[in-house]
């Protein structure tokens, strides 16, 4: 009975050694290596050949052009890039009214010059908070200013019968013409 129980022993290992994927010793994965590197060597080879045939081939296209076509084609560079300017100039010239007009209406050199370029580029969420960034500053000023104008506030004593009599009479006083009493 003891040799029953070793062979079902040994028997059930082979099964589970069965189903595990193999891995691969080092030399297989060392040629799989020197594999792809062969490959890569040959697409860089071949990638190196490309390149110098397309650059042979254009430089016989620039041979075979004409004077005509050389002239023409250099006329088409200097009109692209007169264009360009062109363009460049014209956003400058937006950027430079919008920037003109934000400070005609009290924004500051900088913010009114951050406004305008966000205004040219469309950026209209910038605008807004620049709007908000000068509804801000007018407030903030407003309020100084008008603190300034402030009447003298009173002591906080509450008014008497003799002060709001007096008061009365030197309103009427003021009225008629007359200074007011001495107190």
């Given at each position: 009975m003891a040799e029953n129980t070793?062979?079902?022993?040994?028997?059930?290992p082979?099964?589970?050694?069965?189903?595990?994927?193999?891995?691969?010793?080092?030399e297989e994965l060392a040629a799989s290596v020197k594999a792809l590197?062969?490959?890569?060597?040959?697409?860089?080879k071949a990638t190196d050949n490309a390149s110098?045939?397309?650059?042979?081939w254009k430089k016989k296209f620039q041979a075979t052009l004409s004077e005509a076509e050389k002239a023409e084609a250099d006329r088409a560079e200097a009109e692209r890039?007169?264009?360009?300017?062109?363009?460049?100039?014209?956003?400058?010239?937006v950027i430079?009214?919008?920037?003109?007009?934000?400070?005609?209406?009290g924004y500051d050199a900088d913010l009114a010059a951050q406004t305008a370029e966000a205004m040219a580029n469309g950026d209209m969420s910038a605008v807004f908070d620049s709007i908000d960034q000068l509804i801000q500053k007018v407030r903030t000023k407003t309020v100084t200013e008008n603190y300034g104008k402030q009447a003298n506030?009173?002591?906080?004593t509450p008014p008497s019968t003799n002060t709001v009599a007096s008061d009365e009479d030197d309103k009427y006083r003021?009225?008629?013409?007359l200074p007011p009493r001495k107190k």
């Open positions: 070793e062979n079902k022993n040994t028997q059930e082979e099964t589970t050694e069965d189903k595990k994927p193999t891995a691969p010793t080092i590197q062969t490959a890569l060597e040959k697409q860089k110098s045939d397309a650059a042979n890039t007169l264009r360009e300017e062109n363009e460049a100039l014209k956003r400058d010239k430079s009214s919008y920037s003109n007009r934000a400070l005609s209406l506030l009173s002591t906080g003021k009225w008629m013409g």
